[in-house]
């Protein structure tokens, strides 16, 4: 129930399939390493000694930013040749 992706009657319904695959990674990453779980009293990667500390949203965001490819320099503008009338 947490994640409305699967349903259609929503406005979070993923169209594309990468879209729908990017909103599941993050929240994988949201549940097994921010979310502390009830039974746990701690993260699933805490319980599991992959991580000894509680991660927060911005570190999540950092990730995503390091893993974007990084923007080179751009080529010169060419102009499109006009077509005669």
């Known amino acids: 129930m947490g994640m409305r992706r699967f349903t259609r009657l929503t406005n979070a319904f993923s169209k594309k399939i990468e879209n729908h695959f990017h909103a599941l990674s993050l929240y994988f990453v949201f549940y097994s390493f921010v979310r502390i779980h009830k039974t746990?009293?701690?993260?699933?990667a805490m319980a599991a000694c992959v991580t000894d500390r509680l991660w927060s949203m911005e570190d999540i965001a950092a990730l995503v930013e390091a893993a974007q490819p990084k923007s080179g320099k751009?080529?010169?503008?060419?102009?499109?040749?006009a077509l005669p009338a």
């Not at 746990?40 to 699933?44: A, Q, W």
């Not at 751009?74 to 040749?81: E, I, Q, T, V, W």
């Open 40 to 44: 746990l009293k701690m993260t699933p």
């Open 74 to 81: 751009r080529g010169p503008y060419k102009k499109k040749l």
